[in-house]
């Protein structure tokens, strides 16, 4: 069973900026998708960004595009969001997730494994 291990969350100024990072108990192979995803209260859980691990590829969504980044970095077998420019809109608890079936999904119903959620907070 794989298990996914989100850090870096925390409390920001708007404007600020944060890093996350997800550390996968086991190895990520390269057909593998890592993806984040975030909810906000009251609200449904929405994709934010998605990278196919082998080559790299990557998917945001429109309301973080340029403004969020997502990488990994094979030889540490982590996966990191960084976040710039941050804004009130953005806080949310933050959830990465991993598919073993190659191709980008926006659809959480097709992460089968999941982290166990980093709060971040943007104050105004």
């Known amino acids: 069973q794989l298990q996914l291990v989100e850090s870096g969350g925390g409390l920001v100024q708007a404007g600020g900026s944060l890093r996350l990072s997800c550390a996968p108990s086991g190895r990520f192979f390269s057909n593998y998708v890592m993806a984040w995803f975030r909810q906000a209260p009251g609200k449904e859980r929405e994709f934010v960004a998605g990278?196919?691990?082998?080559?790299?590829?990557?998917y945001y969504a429109d309301s973080v595009k340029g403004r969020f980044t997502i990488s990994r970095d094979t030889a540490k077998n982590t996966g990191y969001l960084q976040m710039i420019d941050l804004k009130p809109e953005d806080t949310a608890v933050y959830y990465c997730?991993?598919?073993?079936?190659?191709?980008?999904?926006?659809?959480?119903?097709?992460?089968?494994?999941w982290g166990q959620g980093t709060q971040v907070t943007v104050a105004s």
């Open positions: 990278i196919n691990w082998g080559p790299g590829s990557t």
């Open positions: 997730a991993a598919s073993i079936r190659f191709g980008i999904s926006l659809a959480p119903r097709d992460y089968p494994y």
